[in-house]
């Protein structure tokens, strides 16, 4: 029998490929302008809040936490679409305040 004649281009190797690694990315250095921003940017953000927006949020947290700590769409069940984004005291104006909320809820499940 004849031998067969190899092609003289490369064959396709059926093992796999290695490749050289890339070589690690060298980290950018910071300029003048960019640093002075974040530096203002961390300086900025730990905001104090005065003692009487304190007091507002824990009221509101605890009436929240009164009220059984509900979702948004059980205040859109209860007060309507714009339920989520009221205050307590917008909420207790509309009819349900937050130590009834839960009974307004069930009845409004039940109906």
């Known amino acids: 029998m004849k031998k067969l004649k190899r092609p003289k281009t490369a064959t396709k190797s059926s093992k796999r490929i290695k490749f050289a690694a890339k070589p690690a990315r060298k980290p950018k250095v910071a300029t003048k302008a960019a640093s002075a921003v ?7 953000t730990p905001a104090a809040r005065s003692k009487a927006a304190r007091a507002h949020i824990a009221e509101g947290t605890r009436l929240f936490a009164l009220a059984g700590r509900p ?4 205040f859109v069940k209860v007060y309507g679409p714009k339920g989520p984004s009221m205050t ?3 909420r207790a104006e509309a009819g349900v305040d937050a130590k009834h909320f839960q009974a307004a809820l069930s009845a409004k499940d039940g109906a």
């Open 38 to 44: 974040t530096q203002s940017a961390t300086t900025a």
């Open 71 to 74: 979702t948004k769409a059980q």
């Open 88 to 90: 307590w005291a917008e």
